[in-house]
């Protein structure tokens, strides 16, 4: 069984730039989890889809950051514009069903903003 | 709202020794408490999980933990550490049943000396 899969792996870019990324998870998870991880620091969520819709996006900073999930299937996050405070990993997680507390973890994208 | 700290930053143990990484929680009613690894440059894998039922929860790759509510803690134990237990593990707290709403811990490396 093929895992989450994400891309790009690693991403340089300046502030004020925009930058998206891709997460695949593992085929049939209906819930779907967005995360942040800042160097030194523990996951934090930013949003949560159950199929096409969201379940959980109260810490999300939507004055710059979205995320879509069209088809209920792979899914998007994107910043607009980048601050130095958004380099971080993103992590993409899924799970079977909202209330599954196995979450599967992708290997993340590791942003860089200068 | 809940929160969970890790005492330790960073813990150093020689292989073949016992290992115990310590977790405090904070939540008002039942928490529901899990265990990751992250290996370096990879998504987090679960552990282990306590939802209820008897308190010594044992997980994958040889791991355990206790829960004890009167101390608020959750350590994660390992009789004998081996050199491919080297990552960061991360305790979190969870809200329910789902899992996507846990608060995480900011983690503890470990490191193996040989």
């Known amino acids: 069984e093929a895992g989450v899969a994400q891309s790009p792996r690693y991403k340089i870019i300046e502030k004020r730039q925009s930058v998206a990324f891709w997460c695949n998870p593992i085929s049939g998870h209906a819930t779907l989890y967005w995360y942040q991880q800042i160097l030194g620091q523990g996951p934090k969520l930013l949003i949560q889809f159950q199929n096409n819709g969201v379940v959980d996006d109260s810490q999300l900073p939507k004055d710059r950051f979205s995320a879509e999930r069209l088809k209920g299937v792979d899914s998007t996050l994107k910043i607009q514009p980048a601050k130095l405070e958004d380099s971080a990993v993103y992590l993409c997680?899924?799970?079977?069903?909202?209330?599954?507390?196995?979450?599967?973890f992708g290997p993340g994208t590791r942003l860089l903003v200068l | 709202a809940q929160s969970v700290t890790q005492p330790d930053i960073h813990i150093t143990v020689s292989e073949g020794a016992s290992l115990e990484l310590r977790c405090n929680y904070s939540y008002g009613a039942t928490p529901y408490l899990f265990w990751y690894v992250q290996s370096p440059g990879q998504g987090l894998q679960l552990l282990l999980k306590y939802f209820s039922g008897d308190t010594l929860v044992q997980g994958i790759k040889g791991f355990e933990a206790e829960f004890k509510r009167s101390q608020s803690s959750f350590n994660l134990r390992k009789p004998s550490v081996h050199w491919s237990d080297a990552a960061e593990y991360f305790c979190?707290?969870?809200?329910?049943?789902?899992?996507?709403?846990?608060?995480f811990g900011d983690g503890t490396t470990l490191t193996v000396k040989p």
């Open positions: 997680a899924s799970s079977q069903l909202r209330g599954s507390e196995t979450q599967y």
């Open positions: 979190a707290v969870g809200v329910g049943t789902n899992a996507g709403k846990s608060t």
